[in-house]
């Protein structure tokens, strides 16, 4: 019998936790200059943006948004190296032959939203350049 939701291989496993763990850990970063820039700073005049807090903090938020290239680099990989049945939305498990005809275009919004998703991460590296 075959099951209603195929199961997860380990490679978009690994690639989905680093995509999420990446975009949380860059959350809390952003979290963190905002509590300083709007809060602490307006309020005491002081800032802990210096020694070693700064220089832990930069490689975190560096090591993050590499983590999160990583994961859509391995998912876009992914994608377009192994053509997987289970991405192409045909539903064998349910019975269908044929490819539906919004398939296509949701092909192209799929690629459309992982390089988006890669543009992000990289333009904040480009910003902090």
């Not at 938020?61 to 289970?86: N, S």
């Not at 459309?112 to 350049?129: C, H, W, Y």
Request: aromatic content about 14%; overall charge neutral.
């Amino acid at each position: 019998m075959i099951p209603a939701y195929p199961r997860q291989g380990r490679g978009e496993g690994i690639g989905h936790r680093l995509i999420f763990y990446g975009f949380v850990t860059l959350l809390a970063g952003t979290l963190i200059i905002t509590l300083d820039y709007d809060v602490i700073r307006p309020l005491t005049g002081a800032t802990f943006w210096h020694g070693w807090f700064y220089l832990v903090f930069s490689l975190v938020v560096d090591v993050a948004g590499l983590v999160l290239i990583a994961g859509i680099v391995m998912m876009m990989t992914r994608r377009a190296l192994f053509a997987l049945p289970k991405l192409d939305y045909q539903r064998a498990y349910c019975g269908e032959t044929d490819i539906r005809p919004q398939a296509r275009r949701w092909q192209v919004e799929d690629w459309a939203f992982l390089s988006l998703l890669l543009a992000i991460a990289v333009s904040g590296f480009v910003q902090e350049a």
